[in-house]
């Protein structure tokens, strides 16, 4: 598998690697010309190394590899505008993002042990970030140094309760929470004017939403049918142009919903089966 590298054109732009064994990628540094590489489930990959060649690259994406812990060398990637990493379970450390400044979108999701996002107050110019399924984070405070950002995705944050942060983010259009279970105060998000989208769907211990009536630009706003209530109802009064999603709080509990419906549907039939047959004889 070393030498799987070897038939792809080396001045090529572009590259994927979709589910190989390869674990050593020395022949990438060789592709000086790639601004876009993709490097899909490569499980035994472990060394970054001779990605540190590649200069002219703008855009990385790195998704199950699961035994990567170091990724330091995209610290000498400084033309990066598009970061996604995703599925690298061992990650822990992001310090070298720091020295991405030219960063506009970058996405980190499912590397549940990632704790600290500390480096991406660095990135002045993001205008796009995902921090999903960190099951370990709870201090979000960097975010607030991004003054660009015009959408936010933190869901699946388990431990995320603080959104006090993100009160400093004028320019923020959407902003999704899914999933963080322990967010019980929104009035940080009441300063968010110029906000178009929010979901806040499954985070089931905010049941105060009237910090958001503040939110007069909101255009959509998905939320967890239990949290309709009398607060909820006084929302949609207040955000009379808002489009109000309601939807279950996990796929599992739809999914159960849905198979009791179909159920009782099929009684239903087969009830009026058997009275048409009764009246028949």
Known sequence: MENLLSVFDRNASSL???????????????FKKLTQLKLYRCEKLTDLTPIAELKKLK?????????????SPIGELTDLTQLKISRCDKLRNITVLKNLTKLKRLKISQCAELDDISPIANLSDLETLTISGSLALTDISPVAKLGKLNKLELSFCGKLCDLGPLSELDNLKKL?????????NASPLSNLKGL?????????????LSPLEALTNLETLEISTMLFNNSTRKLQKKLEKCNFKYKWNSPELYVSGMVIAGFLCLIALLTAILLKFFMII
């Open 196 to 208: 178009t989208e929010l979901h806040l769907m499954g985070c089931t211990k905010l049941t105060d």
């Open 59 to 71: 855009t990385l994406i790195l998704m199950d590899c699961v035994l990567l812990t170091d990724i």
């Open 16 to 30: 994927d690697l979709k589910i190989c064994e390869i674990s050593n990628i020395a022949a990438l540094s060789e």
């Open 176 to 184: 999704d929470l899914y999933r963080c279970e322990e967010i019980q």
